[in-house]
């Protein structure tokens, strides 16, 4: 198929991310049927060439994929589990933020109604839809990927990671995780220089350029990390990344030490270990095993 050759598509979910995948469908000449809970969310999309449908139940009937934005895995079952009948030998694509146990879940649901079932996890906000650097997780029925794939690429780089439907949401949450760590960091620091005089603003304009040169580092500690040797020659010990300094002169400042403290502690659980002279990397085995 190509991206709009006779696909009918209902979109379930106008929130700012439902609306953006419809917009992009429609853009590209899909028949898109669109449904919200709350009534008004479909209008604009209505402008554009949507059919907006009166309840879920109708939204499901009109066509055979219908691809699920809510807020959350329960809001999902709230819409979908009256609808099981409905749904029986048609395809579901749900890119609603989810567990990958609640992925899982519904992966079983839809098998049990007789629904064709493929996970997606979005990583892009709402206004990025359609444009570069717009990917989007998949994992599920591989069938559906192919079959869609020109569809599902209109809403940015397509990528499928295998038929277990929860490792598009667990590579999803992986991903999260780093960013709202590194989100962390930057706010750390930006409190660190505050009661200095600097603002915000100006902290992100050094931040930004610092940060994006150090993820260079990032295929190196893979590397070690892949390799299971934490004593490769030419790494920062751990020892040396002692973070004593930052923890110390975050105090000076009067602020919270928190987040800092929480990788201070990884280092020191893997020097008490006795591995003080190993590499910084090693902070992975810290986290990886519950401590
Ligand atoms: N927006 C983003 O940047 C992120 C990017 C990564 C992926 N997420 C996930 O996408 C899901 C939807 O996010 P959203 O941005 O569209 O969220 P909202 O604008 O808050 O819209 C939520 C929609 O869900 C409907 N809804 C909520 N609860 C129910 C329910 N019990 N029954 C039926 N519909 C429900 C809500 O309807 P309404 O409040 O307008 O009636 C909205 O349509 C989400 O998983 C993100 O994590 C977005």
Same mark, same amino acid.
Not at 132 to 141: A, D, F, K, M, Q
């Given at each position: 198929?190509?991206?709009?050759?006779? =696909?009918?598509?209902?979109?379930?979910?106008? $929130?700012?991310?439902?609306?953006?995948?419809?917009?992009?469908?429609?853009?590209?000449? %899909?028949?898109?049927?669109?449904?919200?809970?709350?009534?008004?969310?479909?209008?604009?999309?209505?402008?554009?060439?949507?059919?907006?449908?009166?309840?879920?139940?109708?939204?499901?009937?009109?066509?055979?994929?219908?691809?699920? %934005?809510?807020?959350?895995?329960?809001? =999902?079952?709230?819409?979908?589990?009256?609808?099981?009948?409905?749904?029986? $030998?048609?395809?579901?694509?749900?890119?609603?933020?989810?567990?990958?146990?609640?992925?899982?879940?519904?992966?079983?649901?839809?098998?049990?109604?007789?629904?064709?079932?493929?996970?997606?996890?979005?990583?892009? =906000?709402?206004?990025?839809?359609?444009?570069?650097?717009?990917?989007?997780?998949?994992?599920? +029925?591989?069938?559906?990927? &192919?079959?869609?794939?020109?569809?599902?690429?209109?809403?940015?780089? +397509?990528?499928?990671? /295998?038929?277990?439907?929860?490792?598009?949401?667990?590579?999803?949450?992986?991903?999260?995780?780093?960013?709202?760590?590194?989100?962390?960091?930057?706010?750390?620091?930006?409190?660190?220089?505050?009661?200095?005089?600097?603002?915000?603003?100006?902290?992100?304009?050094?931040?930004?350029?610092?940060?994006?040169?150090?993820? $260079?580092?990032?295929?190196?500690?893979?590397? =070690?990390?892949?390799?299971?040797?934490?004593?490769?020659? /030419?790494? &920062?010990?751990?020892?040396?990344?002692?973070? $004593?300094?930052?923890?110390?002169?975050?105090?000076?400042?009067?602020?919270?030490?928190?987040?800092?403290?929480?990788?201070?502690?990884?280092?020191?659980?893997?020097?008490?270990?006795?591995?003080?002279?190993?590499?910084?990397?090693?902070?992975?085995?810290?986290?990886?095993?519950?401590?």
């Amino acid at each position: 198929m190509t991206a709009n050759d006779s =696909v009918h598509v209902s979109v379930l979910g106008l $929130g700012a991310m439902g609306s953006a995948l419809a917009a992009a469908l429609l853009k590209a000449g %899909c028949a898109t049927t669109v449904w919200n809970r709350t009534p008004g969310k479909a209008d604009g999309l209505v402008e554009q060439g949507a059919e907006a449908a009166a309840t879920a139940g109708d939204a499901v009937r009109a066509d055979r994929l219908v691809i699920v %934005c809510l807020l959350d895995h329960a809001s =999902v079952h709230e819409v979908l589990d009256p609808l099981a009948e409905e749904l029986a $030998g048609r395809t579901l694509i749900n890119l609603t933020t989810t567990t990958p146990a609640q992925a899982r879940e519904l992966a079983d649901w839809a098998a049990g109604i007789g629904a064709a079932y493929l996970d997606g996890g979005i990583m892009a =906000v709402p206004p990025m839809i359609g444009r570069p650097g717009s990917s989007i997780l998949y994992s599920g +029925s591989i069938d559906v990927f &192919q079959q869609y794939k020109p569809l599902l690429d209109l809403w940015g780089t +397509s990528t499928y990671f /295998g038929k277990d439907a929860g490792l598009a949401s667990l590579y999803d949450l992986a991903l999260l995780a780093s960013m709202y760590v590194m989100f962390a960091g930057f706010m750390h620091g930006a409190a660190m220089v505050a009661p200095a005089g600097m603002t915000a603003g100006e902290f992100a304009g050094m931040a930004a350029p610092w940060l994006t040169a150090m993820t $260079g580092a990032f295929q190196g500690f893979a590397e =070690v990390i892949d390799g299971g040797d934490y004593t490769v020659e /030419g790494q &920062q010990s751990l020892v040396f990344s002692d973070l $004593g300094d930052l923890l110390a002169a975050s105090s000076d400042q009067g602020i919270s030490t928190e987040v800092v403290a929480v990788v201070q502690r990884l280092i020191q659980r893997q020097i008490d270990a006795g591995h003080g002279e190993e590499g910084f990397a090693r902070i992975f085995e810290s986290i990886r095993q519950l401590g």
